[in-house]
């Protein structure tokens, strides 16, 4: 064990996922590229965890940021005005597709979700909330209580009255065999009864378009805006929950959601906006948001250091046509990709743009294998590529390169993840 990893052992706690065997260490990154303390280089594939969207060291987010950091800080969100967070509201607002939006900045996803949760159970005046089946929503009580997977939450505590929804659980044994429309129409009786005899005063569904810890799960096209006909019938809020999926990020839509179709009342965002600094925040309908009243101060929330990179990053995404970049390399990572269902111990190949993932299975009982997972992240590794792993058995490698990956490195991580599939499928 290296020194830095027992010392992180002594007094970090035991749950904190360090990914390898071997934990690297990194200390610089350029682009789309990190390198670790012994000097490797690698193509990150993970961006961080989908938080360096722009990629490492990208001097328009560095030069705002230092121009604020010149400037003296003042690192507060509330009493004074702050200029950059007012346009950059002004911005996510209009760019959300949400009527008469307002946007309330926080630190980070969790707390985004906490805000949006609060939002819609006051402006209902109910404790009842719809939620995903596999999703993951945060660390906090709220957001714990309202994630869809056991191994995600350590407590059955919860401040909400909580039901789960379908979903992304096409595969289960109650809808095998069905049709996508089958399943769809399967997921909004169940929703229809869930609503008619146990859940009578539903505030919102929170959702995200794609499940991002749980494994890029991807609900089938026309489920979410089933839901959102049956919802409107009934008054209950739609929050989508954009950690993982907005900026452009999918390739079709600025946010995830509308790739479904669906314009919610409230959007939750973080990770990739501040290009690796803090910063998250809520996009809502403002007569919503304007209800949250007293409440709606976080101290950090919007300081002028997270803004000046938000909006440095914001400005990029939508300067170089970034979306358009993520859909045009994620199809030929993806097209490329595909080859790998022929192997006895892939499941599942599924993406959509910069977004996409591989799921391993066991080839003898066809059960999710994390160990193959595991052995697919230490191959890439090898090859110089680093990955993120997920899903609700932990079985699946998720991807998320930066936005501004270029096709030479797509081609180039494609084909070492591609490589790092079939060698550990071989030895399966
Ligand atoms: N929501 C989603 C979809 C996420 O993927 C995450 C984190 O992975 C969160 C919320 C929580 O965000 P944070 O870790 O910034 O609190």
Request: with cysteine; charged share 20%.
């Amino acid at each position: 064990m290296s020194e830095l990893l027992s010392r992180h052992r002594a007094v970090m706690p035991s749950w904190l996922p360090l990914y390898y065997e071997s934990p690297l260490e990194i200390t610089s990154g350029k682009g789309a590229r990190v390198t670790d303390a012994d000097g490797n280089t690698y193509l990150d594939f993970f961006t961080g965890i989908v938080t360096n969207m722009l990629g490492y060291d990208v001097a328009e987010v560095r030069e705002a940021v230092e121009r604020q950091l010149a400037k003296g800080v003042v690192h507060t969100s509330t009493l004074y005005l702050i200029r950059s967070q007012v346009e950059l509201a002004e911005k996510i607002a209009r760019l959300s597709g949400i009527p008469d939006a307002k946007v309330f900045f926080t630190n980070s996803g969790t707390e985004a979700n906490e805000t949006a949760l609060l939002l819609a159970t006051y402006a209902r005046g109910s404790d009842e909330v719809l939620a995903m089946r596999g999703s993951y929503h945060g660390r906090s009580f709220g957001t714990v209580a309202v994630t869809g997977n056991r191994a995600w939450k350590n407590s059955s505590l919860s401040p909400l009255n909580v039901h789960y929804l379908h979903g992304t659980d096409h595969a289960s044994p109650a809808f095998r065999g069905m049709t996508d429309q089958e399943y769809v129409e399967a997921c909004v009786a169940d929703l229809r009864d869930v609503l008619d005899t146990t859940a009578p005063n539903v505030a919102c569904l929170i959702a995200e378009p794609i499940q991002g810890v749980g494994g890029f799960a991807m609900p089938p096209d026309g489920l979410y805006a089933a839901y959102k006909e049956v919802l409107d019938e009934h008054g209950i809020l739609f929050v989508s929950d954009e950690v993982q999926t907005a900026w452009g990020r999918t390739g079709t839509s600025f946010f995830g959601i509308g790739d479904h179709g669906v314009t919610p009342d409230a959007m939750t965002f973080a990770k990739g906006l501040g290009n690796g600094f803090a910063v998250g925040g809520v996009v809502a309908r403002g007569d919503l948001m304007d209800r949250l009243g007293a409440l709606g101060v976080a101290t950090f929330g919007g300081n002028p250091v997270s803004m000046a990179a938000a909006g440095a990053t914001l400005d990029y995404v939508l300067e170089h046509d970034l979306q358009g970049n993520a859909r045009r390399q994620g199809s030929l990572i993806l097209e490329g990709l595909k080859a790998l269902t022929a192997l006895p111990s892939v499941r599942d190949v599924r993406g959509r743009g910069l977004m996409f993932a591989v799921e391993m299975a066991d080839p003898a009982t066809g059960a999710p294998s994390p160990t193959l997972a595991g052995g697919v992240l230490e191959a890439a590794r090898e090859r110089g590529l680093l990955v993120g792993k997920g899903g609700v058995h932990g079985n699946v490698l998720r991807m998320a390169p930066p936005l501004t990956l270029s096709q030479e490195e797509a081609v180039e991580g494609r084909d070492a993840l591609l490589d790092a599939v079939r060698s550990v499928d071989a030895g399966a």
